[in-house]
C-alpha cells in the first residue's frame, strides 16, 4: 500500500538497548508518520515529518527521536527501550494534509 | 491532544443486518475525517473518507455521514457479511492539521 516497507517487521530487545526502526516509502511522498498501537489506546501519534529534516513530536513523543535524511525514509529510534514500549509500531504516509493517509505493514516489538 | 470518541467499543451482528458505529470530535477546525478498517495481525486500511464540506458519502454498503455542527461523524455498513468483521477506527485530523487524531476502534463482529 502506497509502498511502504517497515524493517523489522519484528524485533525483541532487551530493556536499555537502543531500537531503530526504519520506514521506507516509494511514493515520493511528503508527509510520513510513526504511530503505536496498544490494546485498548487505538493509534497514538509519535512523530511527524513534513519534509526532509522537517519533525515534530506527536501525542506520546517521549523516549522517542526521529529523523528524515530523505524523502524516502523516516527512522524512528528508542534511545534506550524500556517495557512500557513494548508495542506495534504503523508507519503512514500521504501527499498532503487532509489526503488519505496509507499504512505500512507494521513492527512488532517487543522489549524485555 | 483532541480527542475522538468512538462508539461503541464492540458491536455484534447477524449477517444481513446493518452496523452503525459513532465518533465525535472536539476541534472545530478538524475538516477531514477518515475511517480504517483493521482485520487482526494486518495494517489499518481506509475504506471511506469525508471532508468538512460534504454531509455523507456512500461507497456500496458502506456510508459516511457527518454533522459539523454537532461535532459528530458515524460509519453506516449495510447487508453486513461475515468478512466485514475487523476493528474499525475513526479519525479526525488534528490541531497541527498534519496528523490524525484516532478513536480508540470498534471490534465488529458479523455472525452467519
Known amino acids: 500500500d502506497a509502498g511502504i516497507t517497515q524493517s523489522p517487521r519484528h524485533k525483541v530487545t532487551e530493556t536499555g538497548t537502543p531500537v531503530t526502526l526504519r520506514c521506507h516509502q516509494t511514493?515520493?511522498?511528503?508527509?510520513m508518520y510513526w504511530y503505536r498501537q496498544d490494546p485498548g489506546h487505538g493509534l497514538r501519534l509519535i512523530h511527524y515529518s513534513y519534509g526532509v529534516k522537517d519533525t515534530d513530536k506527536g501525542e506520546v513523543s517521549d523516549g522517542y527521536s526521529v529523523s528524515r535524511s530523505k524523502t524516502e525514509d523516516f527512522l524512528l529510534t528508542l534511545e534506550s527501550a524500556t517495557s512500557s514500549q513494548t508495542s506495534v509500531y504503523f508507519c503512514a504516509t500521504n501527499r498532503d494534509t487532509g489526503q488519505p493517509q496509507h499504512f505500512g505493514d507494521g513492527t512488532r516489538l517487543s522489549i524485555l | 491532544g483532541e480527542n475522538v470518541e468512538q462508539h461503541p467499543s464492540t458491536l455484534s451482528v447477524q449477517e444481513g443486518d446493518s452496523a452503525v458505529i459513532k465518533c465525535t470530535y472536539s476541534?472545530?477546525?478538524?475538516?477531514?475525517f477518515p475511517w480504517y478498517k483493521q482485520e487482526l495481525g494486518k495494517r489499518p486500511q481506509l475504506i471511506i473518507d469525508?471532508?468538512?464540506?460534504?454531509g455523507e458519502k456512500k461507497d456500496q454498503r458502506i456510508a459516511v455521514t457527518l454533522n459539523k455542527t454537532a461535532k459528530h461523524f458515524s460509519l453506516h455498513i449495510t447487508e453486513t457479511q461475515p468478512e466485514d468483521s475487523a476493528v474499525y477506527f475513526c479519525?479526525?485530523?488534528?490541531?497541527?492539521?498534519?496528523?490524525?487524531?484516532f478513536g480508540k476502534g470498534t471490534s465488529l463482529l458479523v455472525t452467519p
Open positions: 476541534d472545530s477546525a478538524s475538516n477531514y
Open positions: 511514493e515520493n511522498h511528503r508527509y
Open positions: 479519525a479526525a485530523t488534528s490541531n497541527s492539521g498534519y496528523a490524525l487524531n
Open positions: 469525508i471532508r468538512s464540506n460534504v
